[in-house]
T-cell receptor, first 114, second 115 residues
Framework: GDSVTQMEGPVTLSEEAFLTINCTYT??????LFWYVQYPGEGLQLLLK?????DKGSNKGFEATYRKETTSFHLEKGSVQVSDSAVYFC?????????????FGQGTILTVHP | DADVTQTPRNRITKTGKRIMLECSQT?????MYWYRQDPGLGLRLIYY???????NKGEISDGYSVSRQAQAKFSLSLESAIPNQTALYFC??????????????FGPGTRLTVL
């Protein structure tokens, strides 16, 4: 079945540092890929998404590129802020019997210090 | 007002008790989902419903049941709670699912502790 693997956390950075959170997936066909973010005490919210190979999703300074050749969708941000401290989830949505359902990675905790 | 609400937000109960978690949405979406979140395991799908008459098991449905009372309401029940059901539970909704890119919208979560 489909699966998503994220880099182990937690990740701790200083403000203005560069962020990369790795995400790789296993899936048949052509899934859509997502990054969701969970701020402390809140539910998840969509951060960005990409629907086909080489698409780049972007939002709030975060970017991720759908790389089919490496089955990856790494999240990057050039300069993180304290307010970016949250848990980040990579996820995919595929067709067939899984249509419309999300498969999540295990989540990566990000802490940004001033 | 929040589009997806969950009640209660926190619940402590004892082993063997019956518990119901409720979810309501004002987004007008047909699809609703229940997930549980455990540290290091991400979110795992318990049940999902693509419309009022459609209920489907997810990857971890054992020990749980659901009821879709209306388009806007989707309840999760633990018939006889056990300690390993201690987790954070999320309800989510999405639109018709005509594409793979439909966004899911999450409620704030219910933290359940089973003693």
């Amino acid at each position: 079945g489909d699966s998503v693997t994220q880099m182990e956390g937690p990740v701790t950075l200083s403000e203005e540092a560069f962020l990369t959170i790795n995400c790789t997936y296993t899936a048949t066909g052509y899934p859509s890929l997502f990054w969701y973010v969970q701020y402390p005490g809140e539910g998840l919210q969509l951060l960005l998404k990409a629907t086909k190979a080489d698409d780049k999703g972007s939002n709030k300074g975060f970017e991720a590129t759908y790389r089919k050749e490496t089955t990856s969708f790494h999240l990057e941000k050039g300069s993180v802020q304290v307010s970016d401290s949250a848990v980040y989830f990579c996820a995919l949505s595929n067709g067939g019997t899984s249509y419309g359902k999300l498969t999540f990675g295990q989540g990566t905790i990000l802490t940004v210090h001033p | 007002d929040a589009d997806v609400t969950q009640t209660p937000r926190n619940r402590i109960t004892k082993t063997g008790k019956r518990i119901m978690l409720e979810c309501s949405q004002t987004k007008g979406h047909d699809r609703m989902y229940w997930y549980r979140q455990d540290p290091g395991l991400g979110l795992r799908l318990i049940y999902y419903s693509f419309d009022v008459k459609d209920i489907n098991k997810g990857e971890i449905s054992d020990g749980y049941s659901v009821s879709r009372q209306a388009q806007a309401k989707f309840s999760l029940s633990l018939e006889s709670a056990i300690p390993n059901q201690t987790a954070l539970y999320f309800c989510a909704t999405s639109d018709s699912g005509l594409t793979l890119t439909d966004t899911q919208y999450f409620g704030p979560g219910t933290r359940l502790t089973v003693l």
